[in-house]
Each structure stands twice: as structure tokens, then as C-alpha cells.
């Protein structure tokens, strides 16, 4: 009898491609689609649903839109009006989406769930560990540091082992042009331009929230005025004031509704904090640099090594300082192409 998969459908190429792959492998392949966020029509939902009976698989749509704006919305709100910067696709794949999916696999039978991300995952001496897709272009492993070892039991990843392009021409191969042709998203599913004017739609007063403050040097001088502190990013450097120097926002400070401005040089720094923790093992943390830290999804990695401090903490020791350490941004852990673990910024 087939093993049965719940597969997350979004009507992208990606998911498309999973389907028909997973199929082949003679998996008993359910499509679920996910209403997170959307206004107007869902184009996408329609095709998965149109792929789901060409291929002959069950379909299922889940509404859950409601949850997503209590959970991730109302985080990306409050992470802004903190003096942070939200990471909401990673705190969507950390309490949301994965556990859905894993819920509604429960629901119906399904022994296995998956997505159409670019990664793979590796089981060494019964450990589980997301790693990176062979196509260093689409690896989306960054984002998926939070999945549990109970979860990454479940879980297959059909495109880890392609490049973007030859998941193209198996689409057109196959016959699937219209997949073959579908453009790539970008961006959080809810906010794919600039984030500060959906903000602002999203307060039902921001004038309580978002109002003129002060620009200051690292002394506490005054340099100008801004236009409110939920409005700017730790580092940086476009539609501040105009200096004589260029400048980066070093830090904001929410209480005071000042902005601390600083030179590139003052912007680095050899250790930070991160918080709520997932690691796959601490026995495979050393004192030794050793491991690679990133902090952006497209920032170089940097040697570190990691400290653990109570409250699912750890202190991140760099070899080499980094610029613009972002809090609310994500730092992961990787040795090898393997996620050791991850956390935010504090």
C-alpha cells in the first residue's frame, strides 16, 4: 500500500513540480492549499486546485486566514513598534505552517508531509538535519532552522536535489508548460513592496504609534528630526538626513522615539544575543570556531562558536565582527551544509 503525503500546494511552479515528482515515486499524494493572506481572487489556489484534478489527487483548501493575522500580522505590527525587524516567514515556518500541515496529516491519514522548498534533510546517527539545497540560488534552509526532530521525521523535500532550472524542464518535459512558465514570489506573502505604508493601513490610529522624533549620534547629540521610529531599520542608510558623512541606523530607541545614527565603522560587532533556541544537539557546539553563523539569508557565513546561557538563550561569539546585526532578525547555525540550530536576535 503507498505511503500516504500531504503535500502544501501553493499553485507555484515549486509545489506543482513536488506534486507530479511525488507521484512518480509512487507516493498517494493529497494537495492541501493554504489561505494565509490574499485580496481579490486567488489565481493560485485556482491552478493548484486545476493541477490537483489533471494529476487526479485529492484537494483540500484550508482557511486560515484568521489565525495568520492573529499570529504572524499582529507580530509583524508589534515587532516593528518595539525597535525590531520582523522575520515573519520564519516565525510563520516556526508556529504556524508546519504545525498546520502536520495537524491536518494527523487528520487524514497521511504518514508524511511536504513542500516544494529547495532543501534536503539528512539523518546521521538518528539525528534529523535540514540542509542546504543543491541549487545555492533557491536554498531556502535559512528559513526553516525552527522544524523539531519530530517534524523532520515527517517531512520530504522532493526538490532539495534539483537547480531551479531543471525543476523548469521537468514541468515542460512532463507537459506542464503553464508550470514550467510560472514567475518566481518574492517576499513575505503579505508585504512584497515596502513595508512602512501597509504599516500604517494596518494601525487603526498610527499617529499613536508613528510620529516625529529625533535623529542622534552616538552621544545623544541631536542630528535632525525623523518621522517616526517603526519606520527605520537597524543599518540602514537611504532616506535619513543629509550629512556630510554617510551614516547607518545603529539603534532605536523605542521609549525615546530617537534614532541612533553611526559611521559604517561603528556599526560592527564581534558578539551577539539570540533567543528561543532550536538545535539539533548542544554535543555538537565546541569552544572551537568551527561553525558558520549567518545572519541574512544572502550574507556570507561567518566562523563563530556558541555559548549557551539559560532561558534557551546563547550568546553568538564571532570571529570576525559583522555589520547591521539586526534584532528580530534570525541567526542560524550551519556546519558542513547542515543546520546545527538557530534562533532571533535579542
Known amino acids: 500500500m503507498p505511503t500516504k503525503i500531504l503535500l502544501g500546494m501553493s499553485g ?3 509545489s506543482s513540480v513536488a506534486a507530479i515528482l511525488l507521484q512518480e515515486q509512487g507516493y498517494e499524494v493529497v494537495g492541501i492549499t493554504f489561505r494565509f493572506w490574499e485580496e481579490g481572487e486567488n489565481h493560485h489556489l485556482n491552478d493548484a486546485v486545476a493541477l490537483a484534478h489533471k494529476l487526479n489527487i485529492e484537494h483540500i483548501t484550508y ?15 508589534d515587532e516593528y513598534l518595539a525597535g525590531r525587524t520582523p522575520f515573519p516567514c520564519v516565525k510563520c515556518n516556526n508556529e504556524l505552517k508546519w504545525k498546520l500541515i502536520i495537524d491536518e496529516a494527523d487528520r487524514l491519514g497521511c504518514d508524511k508531509v511536504a513542500m516544494g522548498h529547495y532543501v ?8 534529523y538535519f535540514v540542509c542546504e539545497g543543491v541549487d545555492p540560488d533557491k536554498d531556502q534552509s535559512f528559513f526553516l532552522w525552527g522544524l523539531t526532530q519530530a517534524q523532520l521525521a515527517r517531512i520530504v523535500f522532493p526538490l532539495g536535489g534539483f537547480e531551479k532550472t531543471a525543476v523548469r524542464k521537468m514541468a515542460a ?9 510560472k514567475k518566481d514570489s518574492l517576499g513575505a506573502c503579505f508585504c512584497q513592496g515596502d513595508y512602512r505604508p501597509f504599516l500604517k493601513s494596518l494601525l487603526s490610529e498610527p499617529e499613536k504609534f508613528i510620529y516625529p522624533g529625533n535623529f542622534i549620534d552616538e552621544a545623544g547629540q541631536q542630528l535632525g528630526t525623523h518621522q517616526g521610529f517603526p519606520l527605520y531599520t537597524v543599518g540602514q542608510r537611504r532616506g535619513l538626513i543629509h550629512l556630510n558623512r554617510k551614516v547607518f541606523v545603529k539603534e532605536i530607541l523605542p521609549t525615546t522615539n530617537e534614532i541612533v545614527l553611526a559611521p559604517l565603522a561603528a556599526m560592527y560587532k564581534n558578539e551577539f544575543i539570540v533567543h528561543s533556541l532550536n538545535i539539533v544537539d548542544e554535543l555538537l557546539f565546541t569552544t572551537d570556531f568551527n561553525i558558520s553563523c549567518r545572519i541574512r539569508y544572502r550574507k ?3 566562523a563563530c562558536r556558541v555559548i549557551f546561557l539559560p532561558h534557551n538563550k546563547a550568546r553568538v561569539e564571532l570571529a570576525e565582527p559583522l555589520e547591521s546585526i539586526a534584532p528580530g532578525q534570525s541567526a542560524v547555525f550551519y556546519q558542513h551544509g547542515r543546520i546545527l540550530g538557530g534562533g532571533f536576535i535579542e
Request: aromatic fraction near 14%; charge should be negative; glycine fraction near 8%.
Open 120 to 127: 534536503q534533510i539528512e539523518n546521521v546517527d538518528g539525528k
Open 300 to 302: 556570507q557565513n561567518t
Open 12 to 14: 507555484g511552479t515549486d
Open 63 to 77: 482557511d486560515a486566514r484568521a489565525v495568520f493575522k492573529d499570529k504572524i500580522i499582529a507580530y509583524f505590527v
Open 173 to 181: 518535459d512532463r507537459g506542464f508548460f503553464k508550470v514550467s512558465e
